[in-house]
Nanobody, 125 residues
Framework: QVQLVESGGGSVQAGGSLRLSCAAS????????IGWFRQAPGKEREFVEF????????YSAASVKGRFTISRDNAKNTVYLQMSSLKPEDTAVYYC??????????????????WGQGTQVTVSS
């Protein structure tokens, strides 16, 4: 079991930066691979970034590659999403999610078992 809490969202102008945090708690929190997803009003939940349980493997969606960076500090049980060069189309609620195993696609929400409550990111022109 793992509990996830996102933080760090807010409002920024286009071209600005934000760093989101996903704090995990639970007896096996350090064993989970983590994905970041986002969902804008009226749109499907979209995959953004993935990081393996060790932090040695990452995967980025094409829409954010080169602008967003995922990392983790297992000593702090925290995963970060550093977002730079933000665009208005990045506006969404951002969620982190944990996988308990290696089955299923890392880029689909159905492949994850635990979810945080989300944090709002708003990018204005």
């Amino acid at each position: 079991q793992v509990q996830l809490v996102e933080s760090g969202g807010g409002s920024v102008q286009a071209g600005g930066s934000l760093r989101l945090s996903c704090a995990a708690s639970g007896r096996t929190s350090s064993r989970y691979a983590i994905g970041w997803f986002r969902q804008a009003p009226g749109k499907e939940r979209e995959f953004v970034e993935f990081i393996s349980s060790s932090g040695g493997g990452t995967y980025s969606a094409a829409s954010v590659k080169g602008r967003f960076t995922i990392s983790r500090d297992n000593a702090k049980n925290t995963v970060y999403l550093q977002m730079s060069s933000l665009k208005p189309e990045d506006t969404a609620v951002y969620y982190c999610a944990a996988r308990s195993g290696s089955s299923g696609s890392i880029s689909y929400a159905a492949g994850y078992d635990y979810w945080g409550q989300g944090t709002q990111v708003t990018v204005s022109s």
